[in-house]
């Protein structure tokens, strides 16, 4: 089987989209498959070209055997609605084109970059392929939950649009089960839909001490760490975060911030606003730095906003830490919130609740009883999310898919 996978994101970015991408298209090699990759230029968050990379119209390479072919498109931060728009239909459009000259059985397109899947509809109708909706996101509605566009006429045109894309695509396979739960209610045929969860890759993330040279490096010997590591972006609610910590008088409870995002800058200001002393802020490292980072922490945080969509949205960063034995403090209501609670790998707080958030940071630190049982279900987690066998869930989808055109 050949593939075709178009995506805004790809190694070496190290967001959830780049890493499931890069980690599934490995499997698939491994089950005889060969996959072709149709990116843009590595720039994200900042929008600034990584060294070592231009932003050339045409450019193949070979990653670890995926073929990769990065395409010109208008770079710009992530952040800033109209550049964003620019950015995302500058690359669809590039695919869209690229794509019609390669060889391929079946497309995959994914979202939360709406545009892309677009050029997936596109090949797909003029190719005669079958092509894949990964679906990451609820665009447009996401959009309207960070508050960068209110429902009006343009809202309703690309909602239209939106369900047209999954009733034509051939298969939609969405991230979570809420996601497919949206789509049948909203006329969606539920025979069409699969669920393929993100997941963690064993082989990188599994238990291991305390990097001692970071913990020097940093001044966080003896502290008790918890960690956020990723994206520092509109939806993650860190400004909450950052101001909640400022009232943790316990000497010993240190927070340490690894990415970069829209909201970093802001982030950066409310500490030095707050003259805030118990957490560290560093820069985005590499995937294969993560582990490292991650071995620091005690607890990984993953916070959203208080948003009636996120309660479909299951932040992949819980995988990573459970295959590390690190309990998650969820700031996530729904899907996410029950999974942690199923396999007792975490405790949860409400979303931008300043009490409640303070309490359960304090009960993690105090009660090593319940430390110890929250870390023996993140080992069941972890096991129950192993990526190598969601990506071979997700073949098996495109196998049937092929053969079912």
Not at 71 to 89: E, I, P, Q
Not at 103 to 125: N, R, V
Not at 164 to 186: G, M, P, S
Not at 291 to 320: G, H, M, Q, R
Request: net charge neutral.
């Amino acid at each position: 089987m050949k593939i075709l996978f178009l995506t805004d994101n790809f190694p070496p970015e190290v967001n959830a989209p780049a890493t499931r991408t890069y980690e599934h298209a490995q499997e698939w090699i491994k089950n005889g498959a060969e996959v072709t990759i149709i990116t843009c230029a590595p720039n994200f968050p900042h929008g600034k070209i990584y060294d070592g990379y231009k932003n050339k119209l045409y450019q193949k390479t070979n990653m670890d055997g995926i073929e990769v072919i990065r395409v010109w498109s208008y770079v710009t931060a992530n952040s800033g609605f109209v550049k964003r728009v620019l950015d995302y239909v500058s690359f669809a459009f590039m695919a869209f084109w690229i794509g019609l000259f390669q060889k391929y059985d079946i497309i995959i397109a994914t979202s939360p970059q709406f545009f892309t899947t677009w050029a997936g509809w596109g090949l797909s109708k003029i190719r005669r392929k079958p092509w894949i909706f990964e679906l990451r996101d609820l665009w447009p509605e996401s959009i309207k939950t960070v508050g960068a566009m209110k429902q009006g006429i343009a809202i309703d045109i690309l909602e239209k649009i939106e369900l047209a894309l999954y009733r034509d695509a051939t298969r939609v396979v969405a991230v979570t089960d809420a996601f497919k739960t949206n789509l049948i209610k909203r006329g969606i045929d539920a025979k069409k839909i699969d669920v393929i969860t993100n997941g963690s890759n064993l082989d990188l993330f599994y238990p291991r001490i305390k990097n001692p040279e970071l913990l020097k490096r940093y001044g966080l010997e003896n502290k008790f760490i918890i960690g956020y590591i990723g994206t520092h972006g509109l939806a993650h609610s860190l400004d909450f975060i950052v101001r909640s910590i400022a009232k943790i008088k316990d000497p010993q409870i240190h927070f340490i911030f690894v990415g970069d995002g829209a909201m970093k800058n802001t982030v950066l200001t409310i500490a030095q606003e707050l003259g805030i002393e118990n957490a560290t802020f560093l820069d985005p490292v590499s995937k294969d730095l993560v582990p490292e980072y991650l071995s620091l922490c005690d607890i990984s945080l993953a916070p959203l906003k208080k948003e009636e969509n996120f309660k479909t949205v299951i932040p992949s960063k819980i995988f990573e830490a459970s295959a590390m034995q690190k309990p998650t403090l969820l700031g996530v209501e729904g899907q996410a919130q029950e999974i942690i609670e199923y396999y007792n790998a975490g405790l949860c707080f409400e979303p931008e609740n300043e009490k409640d958030f303070i309490e359960k940071v304090i009960l993690l630190k105090e009660n090593d009883s319940i430390y110890q049982n929250l870390q023996s279900g993140c080992e069941k987690l972890a096991k129950a999310y192993n990526r190598k066998v969601l990506a071979k869930q997700m073949l098996s989808v495109l196998t049937a898919s092929l053969f079912n055109k």
